[in-house]
């Protein structure tokens, strides 16, 4: 998936050291004793008051952390970032500037997740409105025959694992929220199709795209599936899955198969954990090949998962502490705290997918040789959710 990515160097130059947020008031450094989640946030909010120009799903991301973080402290500063930049967005009347329904782009669903509690604080129509008509792409988005959602129109007949993320959570919350019960049987439908089509019955991970029509050049033409096991993208799949359960109905027919579903990838998950850093490589089932390195946004995203998972009850309790060495490998390894006392994330793939104008064929080739950057949203983000599972 693409995002355009600003450099940190831009963004600090542009304001002063004493960086304004949203309203005027100073965003202060954040302590050393205070929580990492809290820590990355001020961070953010110091770099970009503005944290994305257009709908996006990496915005997305990073509001849905900053917003948990303000729920966490009780300090409204962080709600009111979150407000300030999705109101650059949404207009009054609910449309949403930069989003266009009939791109059809699954991507474009994400940062939809921040309307429902900016509902519930403001009860602003302007919000609920925005919902319905992200709600009104998935109604009328293509589908493959057995009705998964393409990742966009313009990827006809492919299911990525990323896509699950991108669309789920917000369509299990909308469907919770506004009283749509029927629509958890489609709900379900994404993440069984793609258990059944793009899962390694070997390791238990699941490979990054399935092209049902078997025509794409980076798709088997036995099985439609992409070449390798990306970190990231199964990361999408296991937040998807932990965040989706949190709305479907206890009594739902597919609810147990979800579970078991989720069991069985933690599992495989936890068997590819590097075991000196607890961290995860970005092509997870080949970690001593050459080129192989690992990965801050995966890692982030599996930390996230599995610890959201055991303090649930749908994993056993032990998975708490996979968690937390993965954790402790982040602080140890990829973290750096810069002198004026930002927060950096290092070693995050700033981005891949499969196909289009560039032609990404989903090889180990292809994996390993896309940049790797620093404090890229979709690291920053997952980061900053983990932090606040775990309590760091």
Not at 113 to 134: G, I, M, S
Not at 136 to 154: A, I
Not at 232 to 255: C, I, K, Q, T
Not at 370 to 388: H, R, T, W
């Amino acid at each position: 998936m693409l995002h355009r990515v600003v450099p940190i160097a831009l963004v600090l130059a542009t304001f002063p050291p004493a960086v304004r947020a949203q309203g005027g008031a100073a965003v202060p450094r954040a302590a050393a004793n205070e929580p990492w989640s809290v820590r990355m946030a001020e961070s953010v909010m110091r770099r970009q008051p503005i944290v994305h120009e257009e709908w996006d799903y990496t915005a997305g991301l990073i509001l849905l952390g900053i917003d948990q973080v303000g729920t966490l402290t009780g300090d409204p500063r962080y709600q009111r970032y979150v407000k300030d930049n999705m109101d650059r967005l949404v207009a009054p009347d609910g449309s949403i500037r930069t989003y266009a329904l009939d791109e059809y782009n699954l991507d474009q669903i994400n940062q939809g997740r921040l309307l429902f509690p900016l509902y519930a604080r403001t009860r602003d129509l302007r919000y609920r409105k925005a919902a319905e008509l992200l709600r009104e792409q998935l109604r009328t988005h293509p589908r493959t025959k057995e009705g998964g959602f393409w990742h966009k129109k313009v990827y006809p007949n492919q299911m990525w694992l990323d896509g699950l993320y991108m669309a789920e959570p917000f369509y299990a919350q909308y469907a919770r929220t506004f009283n749509e019960p029927a629509a958890f049987d489609d709900i379900t439908r994404q993440f069984l199709l793609l258990a059944r089509h793009a899962r390694d019955p070997r390791t238990g991970l699941l490979y990054h795209g399935w092209d049902e029509s078997r025509t794409q050049a980076w798709a088997d033409k036995e099985t439609g599936l992409s070449a390798s096991v990306w970190g990231r993208a199964v990361g999408w799949y296991a937040m998807a899955l932990v965040d989706v359960l949190d709305f479907l109905p206890e009594n739902h027919a597919d609810r147990a198969q979800l579970v078991r579903v989720f069991r069985d990838l933690a599992g495989a998950i936890a068997r590819v954990q590097d075991p000196v850093t607890g961290l995860w490589y970005q092509v997870l089932d080949q970690p001593s090949r050459a080129g192989n390195y690992l990965e801050a946004s995966a890692s982030s995203m599996f930390i996230y998962a599995l610890g959201k998972g055991a303090r649930k009850g749908y994993l056993p309790a032990d998975y708490r502490a996979i968690a937390e060495r993965g954790y402790d490998g982040i602080i140890a390894r990829l973290i750096t705290v810069e002198p004026d006392g930002l927060v950096t994330l290092g070693g995050v793939c700033q981005v891949a997918g499969l196909g289009g104008k560039q032609q990404r064929d989903g090889s180990f080739a292809y994996y390993v040789g896309e940049p790797v950057v620093a404090n890229d949203p979709k690291g920053v983000g997952a980061f900053i959710l983990a932090s606040v599972e775990l309590g760091r």
